[in-house]
């Protein structure tokens, strides 16, 4: 079996989806946003990982997002469970970061997966993956002015997605694991990294801090 | 007759692109721009909606910008156009809002039907106009750190290009009246909309804020 | 012979893709970001221009990013090179603005020869080179937060690679000279503007500043 001859369920993808659709509401109740607003800023949240992925580098002749309604089920019920959440969510970025951590690891998995499938290398594939994951929040936190997650000094995040993709690799690659098995353990193990981190509020350090400039506030 | 039997004429989209080409340099006139970063960030206000719609959905092989030479042509209307208005203006956000209001609906009606055009089913062309119209505009604002009218909570601004989109579908496929006509309609009932939202100040209320935090200023 | 009858060495798109990665470094050692977060900013810098010619304008089929390993090893040398340098530089500004200019104009050259060779007009090919040359440090200082470079008032960057984009179809297609040493040719003119820019502080008037706004601070 080569690494290409699977098939993730589509479920990875449209859980990520979820996910991340349910942060980019939160994000949106957090800051005042009216129902509209807060719709499409889930959506672009919840989609931005695998639109990039597609439109940028797989180059898909066709995106799943417009041909498969499931999508947009899956942002509306993302959004219902963040204005159900809503108003008991008292520390928003902490709980942002949690949910977020849930979608890291399945888009992190699900982009691998489907550029295998397009024909890269195992290396640029891992590079996608991680684009994936990182990408939904990164347009989340761009659209509102948040500094991105992704490049937050010091936080386990990127590193995180990281982790997941080469897991997933080295288990369907290497130990020739079922794909769905692989992607389960993949994802679970950067929930963890993820978990530990914000609650631990691990943190790596600068590289060559100077002395004329103090680090990013 | 179908939805997609129809071509709307190109001058929506050239339209469209030359009002949201106005709004950028007005907006670059504003920040005190030189005359290329003015050219640019017009540019980038005037088809950043219609790349949006081609590449990261439509995935079109070629984009009409290039190999159409009418749309630089518009562009540079547009920015002629600013430069004889800005310095007759003094409050460039409501009149930067106006021009972005009659852009706002052709837009969302020539990306419907392209999108019917590409084959994509009628919720997700309307999704699509919806991104096309408010995607200049969200350009825009990013690149010269606004906080996105898109998202600019209690403002009917993707709720007028939802209607507009919306409006412009039932026209053409149920009540089967000619594309210009129905896009004309809607066009107009957006920018309504709009100028109605601007001048009264119409809002909506946030969803669901929380005590702990004000609504974003 | 016509324009598009060459090839470009692939060392121009490289050496362009080197500096963009170089100065992202950079940006992210003086931000204090990590290790993770510093690639991905590099990554991000050094091959953006070349994702947006290819993905929004040029529409290839594939992206040479992902196919050839090289841009990474490329990527990672810029890298090294920046955390090398880093504990060095004392006015990061002006060291990033400096490397910049290197990469500046061998993406307007490459950009301009890819757009001819995908069949465009002259005038479309520059404006895809000066996208090309002026993407990377866009998406570098939309990432950030920085203004971007692209359109801080009064400073010769877009016009620098407009120059060195309408120099390179000059000399390739009007005067016929080979692609390479025309490449050379154009590349050093955009450079040298550059240097003098940062040196001399050139600076160009905004377009007509309205009285009841001062200039962007």
Redesign the interface.
């Known amino acids: 079996m080569t690494a290409s001859d699977f098939q993730l369920p589509i479920w990875f993808d449209l859980g990520a989806t979820f996910a991340f659709a349910m942060t980019g509401a939160l994000a ?11 719709f ?2 889930a959506l672009a949240s919840g989609i931005g990982g695998g ?1 990039l992925r597609d ?3 797989i ?5 799943a ?3 498969n ?1 499931a999508y ?1 089920y899956v942002v509306l019920a993302g959004v219902v469970a963040a ?1 159900a959440l ?2 008991h ?2 520390r ?1 970025r902490r709980v942002i970061a949690l949910i977020d951590a849930l979608g890291l690891g399945a888009y992190a998995c699900f982009g691998v997966q489907k ?1 295998l499938h397009a024909g ?2 195992a ?2 594939a891992v ?2 993956g ?1 684009i994936n994951a ?1 990408g939904g929040g ?1 347009v989340r936190d ?4 948040e ?2 997650l ?5 936080q386990f995040y ?2 995180a997605a ?1 982790l997941g993709a080469v897991t997933f690799v080295f288990l369907v690659v290497q130990l020739q694991l079922p794909g769905t098995m692989a992607a389960l353990l993949a994802t679970t193990l950067t929930f963890l990294v993820r978990v530990l981190t914000v609650s631990f509020n691990w943190r ?7 002395d ?5 506030p």
């Open positions: 949106a109740i957090k800051r005042g946003y009216d129902v509209v607003g807060l499409f800023l639109l439109a940028l580098f180059r898909a002749s066709s995106t997002l417009l041909t309604p947009i204005m809503g108003s969510v008292h928003f550029s890269l290398a290396p640029a590079l996608v991680v990182a990164l761009l659209l509102t002015g500094e991105p992704v490049f937050r000094p010091g990127v590193l990281l790596t350090a600068p590289i060559a801090p100077t004329a400039l103090p680090p990013a």
